[in-house]
C-alpha cells in the first residue's frame, strides 16, 4: 500500500492547450478516491499521468514519499484497469490473469491459488478455460480488473472500468470492487464520469471541471455542502434545485422571498444558514436556494405525516410537467416561473402531467450560492 500526492501539476500540450491547471491532491494510505467530472475535464489524463503514460509539465507526483515524475510505469508498483479491455486475445482468462505473476516469477502453485481466488471473486470460474473472443463485453472487463487485482499492487487505477456492464451486472460489480478495497484496504484512483459510482465507492471524491479540481471531500460532505453550483448541479439524482430570489427580514426571522407567478412566497431560514453571520450583509440582496429533491415534497403529504415535520407547507402551486415513479417515492417536475424544478413526493399524492400541485419546503439542509461568483455562501 501507499499513500499518494499530487502537488501543483500541470499538463499543457504542444499546440497550448492547457487540460490540467494546478492539480493538488493528497490521498492517504488505503483510501479509495474518485476523479468525477464530465468529458474533458481533465480526469483521465490525471489517472495517465499517475500511470506514468502521460508526462507531467508541471509539478511532482509522489506514490509514498518518492517522487516519480521521471520513474517508467513498470516500476512505479501500480495495477491498472483501462476502459478498453487491453487482453491477450491468444491467452485463456487464467492466462491472462496470471500472465503479471508470471513476469514477477510467482511459484505455479501460488498462481493458481491466486488465480482462482480472483475468479471466484469477480464470478468468472467457469470462464477460465474460455479466450476472450468467447467473451461479453462486461466479462472481458471482469478479467482485465482481475489481472490488475492478481498482482497486488501497492496502488490501484481504475478508469471506468464498468462503463460496458449491463446495469444489474454494474451494480454487483461496485459491491465486488468496494468489499475487495474493505478487504485489501490498498489505495484506488478510481475515474468515472458516473456520480452514482462516486458517491457509493469513494472515501472522499474529488469533483473537476476545466482541468481544475472544484471540491474535494467526502461523499456526504460534497452532498450536503457543495463549493458551487457546478459541484451542486453535477452530485445527486436527480440534480439539486435552483431557485432564485432574494433574502429579506420578516419580524425575528430571515427569509428566502421566493416569487412565482408574481406571488412572493416567505420561506424562513434555518438557525443552520444564519450562525456563520455572513448573511447580514446580503439582505435585500439576489441570490440562489439550492435544494435538493428530497426536500420538496406535496402539501398534504407535509400536514399529514408527522415524519415532515420539518416541512413547511406553502400555497406554491405549480403545474405538473412529468412525473416518474420510482415504486417508494414519485418524482414530480414542475415549473417555477421559468426554473424547472424536481420534488420527491409520495406514491399516492395524486400527481398528473397537467396538474396542479401545492409544495412544501424542508430548507434545513438547503444551500444558498452567490448568482454572480457561483461560490456557496457561508
Known amino acids: 500500500m501507499a499513500s499518494l500526492s499530487i502537488r501543483n501539476v500541470r499538463k499543457v500540450y ?3 492547450a492547457e487540460i490540467l491547471k494546478g492539480i493538488n491532491l493528497d490521498i492517504e494510505d488505503g483510501q479509495f478516491v474518485i476523479l ?11 489517472l495517465n499521468m499517475i500511470a506514468g503514460l502521460e508526462t507531467v509539465t508541471e509539478g511532482e507526483i509522489l506514490i509514498g514519499d518518492k517522487v516519480v515524475n521521471d520513474v ?5 508498483d501500480i495495477a491498472m484497469v483501462f476502459q478498453s479491455y487491453a487482453l491477450y486475445p491468444t491467452m485463456t482468462v487464467r492466462e491472462n490473469i496470471s500472465f503479471g505473476l508470471g513476469i514477477r516469477k510467482v511459484p505455479k502453485d501460488e498462481q493458481k491459488k491466486i488465480v482462482e481466488r480472483v475468479a471466484e471473486t469477480l464470478q468468472m470460474t467457469h470462464l477460465l478455460d474460455r479466450k476472450p473472443a468467447l467473451l461479453s463485453g462486461g466479462q472481458r472487463q471482469r478479467v482485465a480488473m482481475g489481472r490488475a487485482i492478481a498482482r497486488d499492487p501497492a496502488l490501484f487505477l481504475f478508469d471506468e ?7 444489474k451486472l454494474r451494480v454487483e460489480m461496485r459491491a465486488e470492487i468496494k468489499l475487495m478495497h474493505q478487504r485489501l484496504r490498498t489505495t484506488i484512483v478510481y475515474v468515472t464520469h458516473d456520480q452514482i459510482e462516486a458517491m457509493t465507492l469513494g472515501d472522499r471524491i474529488a469533483v473537476m471541471k476545466d482541468g481544475v ?55 424562513p431560514l434555518p438557525e443552520s444558514l444564519l450562525q456563520s453571520g455572513t448573511l447580514t450583509a446580503r439582505i435585500g440582496q439576489d441570490v440562489i436556494l439550492g435544494i435538493r429533491p428530497e426536500h420538496i415534497t406535496d402539501a398534504d403529504s407535509a400536514r399529514n405525516n408527522a415524519a415532515n415535520a420539518t416541512y413547511r407547507p406553502t400555497d406554491v402551486n405549480c403545474t405538473v410537467e412529468m412525473i416518474e415513479p420510482t415504486g417508494p417515492d414519485t418524482m414530480v417536475y414542475v415549473w417555477f416561473n421559468k426554473t424547472r424544478a424536481t420534488c420527491r413526493t409520495h406514491p399516492r399524492a395524486g400527481a398528473a402531467p397537467g396538474g396542479v400541485v401545492a409544495l412544501a419546503f424542508d430548507l434545513s439542509k438547503a444551500v444558498l450560492f452567490d448568482p454572480v461568483s457561483e461560490e456557496r455562501i457561508a
Open 14 to 16: 504542444p499546440n497550448g
Open 36 to 46: 468525477v467530472g464530465g468529458s474533458g475535464c481533465g480526469k483521465s489524463t490525471l
Open 72 to 76: 517508467p510505469p513498470k516500476s512505479r
Open 161 to 167: 472500468p464498468l462503463s460496458n456492464l449491463d446495469a
Open 213 to 267: 479540481v472544484q471540491q474535494y471531500g467526502s461523499p456526504q460532505e460534497i452532498y450536503d455542502q457543495p463549493q458551487n453550483l457546478f459541484v451542486a448541479g453535477f452530485i445527486g439524482s436527480p440534480s439539486m434545485n435552483f431557485l432564485r430570489g432574494k433574502l429579506s427580514v420578516q419580524g425575528a426571522d430571515t427569509v428566502f422571498e421566493l416569487d412565482h407567478a408574481g406571488v412572493i412566497t416567505a420561506l
